[in-house]
């Protein structure tokens, strides 16, 4: 096993283990010190989130995105990750960050619209969703067919 490999292994036990003060540690020094490559760390953090290690997983996001490493991975799973503990209003911001850089994202615009419809602003999703189903009409024949598998 390299060393890299002890690193994430650790980093791993801490997040199962809850230890969220020595999780920023290791993160900060990961930071500094680029021992392991971006992507790794962002999906160290989606599994986290996947698996409901939400405090650790926003640890992890807020230190990569706090160190100013602007890649749109980090926002839009941050959103998701404010999606899951309900807090939309701090998703929406996340979501704002990505479609600044890519306006047209289809996930981003329909995870957008989801959490407009959360917060109760149904006009505002419906013109969002719209404008994900105008780039992608894809979108839209999924979505009936799954309202069709769901009605049946």
Known sequence: MTSKDLFIKNLIRLIKERELDFLQIEIDKIIKNQEIPLPVIIDLAIFSTENGFYDESETIFKKLKNAFIKDVRIFYNLGLLYSHKKNYLEALDEFECV?????????????????????????RALEVLEKAISISPSIAQAWSKLAYRTII
Request: aromatic share 12%; proline share 4%; no cysteine.
């Open 99 to 123: 479609l600044e850089i890519y306006p047209n994202d289809t996930s981003t615009l329909i995870n957008k619209g989801a959490t407009l419809n959360d917060l109760g602003y149904f006009d």
